[in-house]
């Protein structure tokens, strides 16, 4: 078993143009260090360094894998440095920029553009402690999540898929702005060499479909994430992980348990995120966008958002009713109780072509599959 506790490069270690200042993070995956590049202007760089397979003792440089793991580190390392050549082709304020890479101590580093804030989990720890004040109240869930959906948008029309969507993922920047860190693609392409790296995903985080193999992986799978992330700036702690729901789902009524706290129409559209079936969730980030925006629907309430439908509809009908020669009343788009507006979009053909890039029908390259796990 390789040591989880690796040791980080020495503070001024010069590698690939950039001297390290000092370590920021370390995950089961990799380290993330403080650096500057050679004009003294500060670069986050993240290692490959999976905790599973290397080992490095202080005042080593190359890390060593340990037992038989060398193919699945060199696996790895190619998909860790493929996932962040794609990254390197997002370029949205609410996605992390990456702007370099190189090699040096038989592993690869990602450059990052360097951002201080501090993540969403960090902030939602500190508000949970508060007495007597809710976690994040929804206005800010909205503005923060409004923009992570953005990013994320960007992503998908990128045909990448983020794959490991939490809290602790979600930047804050300095001013408040969100940023997405920390894709997970790597991770679930080296899932063809488990069981070493598995389980991998955060529990509570992660859609259902990621816990068994040969599932189809789309936007519906970030989109889980997204809700179970918005559910955790509610409530202060993880949703009750997918194969837990599976048996004895609790979401619901902890969501129930909310709605002095936060508007129906958010509450739903947590839950419509969080549903089991990939089906049964927003099949695109746009889809899910819209649902933010409308109002909420209540049975025999219309909302400004139908009422251009509804004009329609009546300045149609005369005419039909005269071609048909009979008298029908026009149909009022009234939504049933409970049923949120924003259910209305999921079939995947409204899904499609909506100007995010990415096909709600399974697609080969979209489409990560789960191996060997
Ligand atoms: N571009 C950046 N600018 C500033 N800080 C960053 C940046 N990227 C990462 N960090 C810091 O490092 C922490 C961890 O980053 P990240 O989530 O990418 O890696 P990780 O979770 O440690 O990795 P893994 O799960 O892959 O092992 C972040 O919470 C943040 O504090
Ligand atoms: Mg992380």
């Given at each position: 078993?390789a040591?989880?506790?690796?040791?980080?490069?020495?503070?001024?270690?010069?590698?690939?143009?950039?001297?390290?200042?000092?370590?920021?993070?370390?995950?089961?995956?990799?380290?993330?260090?403080?650096?500057?590049?050679?004009?003294?202007?500060?670069?986050?760089?993240?290692?490959?360094?999976p905790?599973s397979l290397v080992?490095?003792?202080?005042?080593?440089?190359?890390?060593?894998v340990v037992g038989g793991n060398l193919p699945t580190y060199r696996n790895g390392l190619k998909c860790f440095?493929?996932?962040?050549?794609?990254?390197?082709?997002?370029?949205?304020?609410?996605?992390?920029?990456?702007?370099?890479?190189?090699?040096?101590?038989?592993?690869?580093?990602?450059?990052?553009?360097?951002?201080?804030?501090?993540?969403?989990?960090?902030?939602?720890?500190?508000?949970?402690?508060?007495?007597?004040?809710?976690?994040?109240?929804?206005?800010?869930?909205?503005?923060?999540?409004?923009?992570?959906?953005?990013?994320?948008?960007?992503?998908?029309?990128?045909?990448?898929?983020?794959?490991?969507?939490?809290?602790?993922?979600?930047?804050?920047?300095?001013?408040?702005?969100?940023?997405?860190?920390?894709?997970?693609?790597a991770r679930?392409t080296l899932t063809q060499d488990a069981p070493k790296l598995f389980?991998?995903?955060?529990?509570?985080?992660?859609?259902?479909?990621?816990?068994?193999?040969?599932?189809?992986?789309?936007?519906?799978?970030?989109?889980?994430?997204?809700?179970?992330?918005?559910?955790?700036?509610?409530?202060?702690?993880?949703?009750?992980?997918?194969?837990?729901?599976?048996?004895?789902?609790?979401?619901?009524?902890?969501?129930?348990?909310?709605?002095?706290?936060?508007?129906?129409?958010?509450?739903?559209?947590?839950?419509?995120?969080?549903?089991?079936?990939?089906?049964?969730?927003?099949?695109?980030?746009?889809?899910?966008?819209?649902?933010?925006?409308?109002?909420?629907?209540?049975?025999?309430?219309?909302?400004?958002?139908?009422?251009?439908?509804?004009?329609?509809?009546?300045?149609?009908?005369?005419?039909?009713?005269?071609?048909?020669?009979?008298?029908?009343?026009?149909?009022?788009?009234?939504?049933?109780?409970?049923?949120?507006?924003?259910?209305?979009?999921?079939?995947?053909?409204?899904?499609?072509?909506?100007?995010?890039?990415?096909?709600?029908?399974?697609?080969?390259?979209?489409?990560?599959?789960?191996?060997g796990?």
């Amino acid at each position: 078993m390789a040591n989880e506790q690796n040791a980080p490069l020495p503070e001024g270690f010069e590698a690939g143009g950039y001297r390290i200042v000092r370590k920021i993070a370390s995950g089961g995956f990799s380290m993330v260090y403080l650096a500057q590049d050679s004009h003294g202007q500060p670069v986050a760089i993240k290692e490959y360094l999976p905790s599973s397979l290397v080992r490095r003792a202080p005042g080593q440089l190359v890390p060593e894998v340990v037992g038989g793991n060398l193919p699945t580190y060199r696996n790895g390392l190619k998909c860790f440095f493929e996932e962040g050549r794609a990254l390197s082709r997002v370029i949205h304020p609410n996605v992390v920029r990456v702007v370099n890479f190189f090699r040096a101590n038989e592993t690869v580093y990602m450059v990052m553009a360097y951002e201080s804030g501090r993540s969403l989990q960090e902030l939602v720890i500190h508000n949970r402690n508060r007495p007597g004040k809710r976690v994040l109240p929804e206005r800010h869930i909205r503005k923060i999540f409004a923009q992570v959906m953005n990013g994320l948008r960007e992503v998908h029309a990128n045909r990448l898929l983020h794959l490991d969507l939490k809290p602790a993922n979600i930047y804050l920047k300095k001013g408040g702005m969100p940023m997405l860190l920390d894709f997970g693609a790597a991770r679930q392409t080296l899932t063809q060499d488990a069981p070493k790296l598995f389980p991998m995903y955060t529990p509570g985080f992660a859609a259902p479909e990621l816990y068994k193999k040969n599932q189809q992986l789309g936007p519906w799978t970030d989109i889980y994430g997204l809700g179970a992330s918005m559910y955790a700036c509610m409530v202060g702690a993880p949703p009750q992980a997918a194969d837990q729901r599976i048996k004895q789902d609790k979401v619901d009524t902890v969501l129930a348990g909310l709605t002095d706290i936060y508007t129906q129409q958010l509450l739903d559209l947590v839950h419509w995120c969080m549903k089991l079936n990939p089906l049964e969730r927003p099949q695109s980030v746009f889809a899910l966008q819209r649902a933010l925006r409308e109002p909420f629907m209540r049975e025999g309430v219309e909302t400004r958002s139908f009422l251009p439908l509804r004009w329609l509809e009546d300045m149609i009908s005369p005419l039909r009713r005269r071609r048909d020669g009979r008298h029908t009343e026009p149909k009022r788009h009234h939504a049933p109780a409970h049923v949120p507006a924003h259910a209305r979009v999921q079939a995947p053909a409204l899904a499609q072509g909506e100007g995010n890039g990415v096909a709600s029908q399974p697609d080969a390259t979209l489409l990560a599959e789960r191996k060997g796990d």
